[in-house]
């Protein structure tokens, strides 16, 4: 069954021009949410992973089931001023100001093993901050993993400008990245999984952060 075909396009919203990609109607699906979990699931299972974490807010909604499956925990990460404890953040900018990203400071160790998941890669900017959030706590992102692919807003061009190739399996519109170093510090493809040479992705953190300013990537809006 694919995937595709359960979610929703919605014209002109949240704004006109925009195609909005309502995966509600996924989710109110048993078969093809169990499927997606399932799917996301296998791909992940036998690896050493220590966290999964969730962007708000329907990254929490496939992060959650996905942490189950995997016997791992799961750590939610908020928009600004949202949790109880003491937290630890990342700013990044959008065309008109910032946006800020939290977790919580004990939300992960150093040296975790963690997989990040949203529902849709769009402008790639919100992605790029959670990593950056993580790797500042210390953590090691082992990839990311989603369920939409809006190539039309530049996100996966700009991931695979970070020497990342953005794959959509089995036509079930379920994509991930992996990023790990190659046996000579390339990326490589093993079973549909991608590696990626680690400095190269910190480099593109660093170098592209800027070029992400311009658009709006948790609400899959191009601001340009």
Avoid: W
């Avoid at 195609?19 to 992940?44: C, Q, S, W």
């Avoid at 036509?171 to 490589?188: F, T």
């Amino acid at each position: 069954m694919p995937i595709k075909s359960r979610i929703r396009t919605v014209p002109h919203y949240p704004k006109q021009g925009i195609m909005f990609r309502d995966i509600t109607t996924l989710l109110k699906d048993p078969v093809g949410f169990r499927i997606t979990i399932h799917e996301l699931a296998n791909r992940y299972t036998g690896m050493k992973i220590d966290k999964i974490t969730g962007i708000e807010s329907r990254g929490f909604i496939l992060g959650a089931p996905l942490a189950y499956l995997l016997g791992v925990g799961f750590v939610p990460i908020r928009k600004k001023g949202k949790l109880p404890a003491e937290t630890i953040g990342h700013d990044y900018e959008l065309e008109y100001g910032t946006d800020r990203i939290e977790m919580h400071t004990d939300a992960v160790s150093k040296g975790d093993k963690v997989l990040l998941v949203d529902d849709l890669i769009a402008t790639g900017g919100t992605a790029f901050a959670g990593i950056r959030l993580l790797e500042r706590a210390g953590a090691t992102v082992i990839g990311c993993s989603f369920v939409i692919d809006l190539p039309e807003l530049g996100g996966s061009d700009r991931l695979r400008g970070c020497h990342l190739q953005i794959d959509l399996p089995s036509g079930l519109g379920v994509g991930h990245h992996r990023s790990d170093a190659g046996r000579n510090g390339e990326p490589q493809s093993r079973g549909g999984r991608v590696f990626l040479n680690r400095h190269a992705h910190r480099e593109c953190l660093k170098g592209r952060n800027a070029g992400l300013a311009r658009f709006d990537g948790h609400m899959g809006v191009c601001l340009q």
